[in-house]
């Protein structure tokens, strides 16, 4: 049982990096790619998909990290409105 509680977070610190490198990867399917990393892990966090699209300095990566997100939890983030969901 210990080794399972120690897995979980283990997994989330790996899967966000890995799916942050496809994202950054230029690929048309990047944010499928990622999305396919993020189901690995259950029980994720929005929050580094969330803080990672406020970074965002250019448009192209903001959308590729909003569409992320909205695979992933239903939601995209809209910088224009300034929609980033706590």
């Known amino acids: ?3 399972l509680s120690l ?5 989330r610190f790996v ?3 890995i799916a942050f490198d496809r994202i950054d990867s230029l690929a048309p ?3 499928q790619r990622a999305h396919e990393v993020l189901t690995w892990v259950p029980w994720l966090s929005s929050r580094p998909l969330i803080d990672g699209a406020r970074a ?3 448009d ?3 959308e590729r990290v909003s569409s992320l997100c909205g695979r992933r939890f239903g939601f995209a983030t ?4 300034g929609y980033f969901p706590e």
């Open 56 to 58: 965002c300095e250019g």
């Open 60 to 62: 192209e990566r903001f």
């Open 78 to 81: 809209a910088r224009e409105y």
């Open 15 to 17: 899967a966000y990096p």
């Open 7 to 11: 897995a979980q977070p283990t997994a």
């Open 1 to 3: 049982m210990g080794a």
């Open 29 to 31: 399917d990047s944010p």
